[in-house]
């Protein structure tokens, strides 16, 4: 077992290769995992970043999901998926309107 370490933040043990080496901490390795740090890191920069920057919702909604734990996570990343797939559905009908209309112009001209 002294090669399990448990996660300060998802409260997993995991084997001491999925954690960061820190001489500063009593094991020699980060507190938290190397996947939570990760995700820590994406939201902080999410709520932190420049708002002169131009990003859609759906980009925002799949990065900010974060570390919630079990069902919920699932449901988020299932509520995520929706709406990206949405957003891909929106686009594919803008893309045909656009072709059949040049497929129009061109037999016209």
């Not at 043990?13 to 507190?31: C, E, M, Q, V, W």
């Not at 420049?50 to 996570?73: A, H, Q, W």
């Amino acid at each position: 077992m002294k090669d399990m370490i448990k996660c300060a933040r998802c409260e997993e043990t995991k084997p001491l290769a999925l954690f960061t080496p820190d001489a500063r901490h009593k094991s020699g390795y980060k507190i938290h995992c190397k996947k939570c740090t990760a995700t820590t890191a994406r939201q902080r920069y999410w709520k932190h970043k420049p708002k002169t920057r131009n990003i859609s919702d759906n980009d925002r909604t799949f990065f900010e999901l974060g570390v919630l734990k079990g069902e919920e996570r699932v449901h988020d990343l299932e509520k995520a998926l929706s709406i990206m797939e949405r957003a891909n559905r929106a686009l594919l009908e803008v893309v045909k309107e656009a072709d059949l209309r040049d497929l129009k112009q061109s037999m016209a001209g």
